[in-house]
């Protein structure tokens, strides 16, 4: 079984920055596919940025050059820097992590749900203009 524990969310202007974080715990190897998604009221699950299994990024388009996942193998550590936020950057942000292989091209394939086991219980990030 897997834990996964995010932190890092809070609210910031327009413009500013915050990094998340999400600690994993159990059975998880540097393999693993780990993901990062945000989801709004109302709304399905975005996925916005995963390592893949062989730890090449990929980035929905929205956050492309803005964001940035990364991970800390020695600490179980997934992040995710957010710079220049928007308000439309507003939701509550998960941590995902599946043991398949997985592999989104640099964003050109949708990383969605579905292909994700594990989760996070979330962090509010609310991004006001």
């Known amino acids: 079984e897997v834990q996964l524990v995010e932190s890092g969310g809070g609210s910031v202007q327009s413009g500013g920055s915050l990094r998340l974080s999400c600690v994993a715990s159990g059975y998880i190897s540097g393999s693993f596919c780990m993901a990062w998604f945000r989801q709004i009221p109302e709304k399905e699950r975005e996925g916005v940025a995963v390592?893949?299994?062989?730890?090449?990024?990929s980035y929905t388009d929205s956050v492309k050059g803005r964001f940035i996942i990364s991970q800390d193998n020695a600490k179980n550590t997934l992040y995710l820097q957010m710079n220049n936020l928007k308000p439309e950057d507003t939701a509550m942000y998960y941590c995902?992590?599946?043991?398949?292989?997985?592999?989104?091209?640099?964003?050109?394939?949708?990383?969605?749900?579905?292909?994700?086991?594990?989760w996070g219980q979330g962090t509010q990030v609310t991004v006001s203009s």
């Open positions: 995902a992590a599946d043991s398949r292989y997985c592999y989104y091209g640099g964003g050109y394939y949708e990383i969605k749900e579905s292909d994700f086991d594990y």
């Open positions: 390592i893949e299994s062989e730890g090449s990024t």
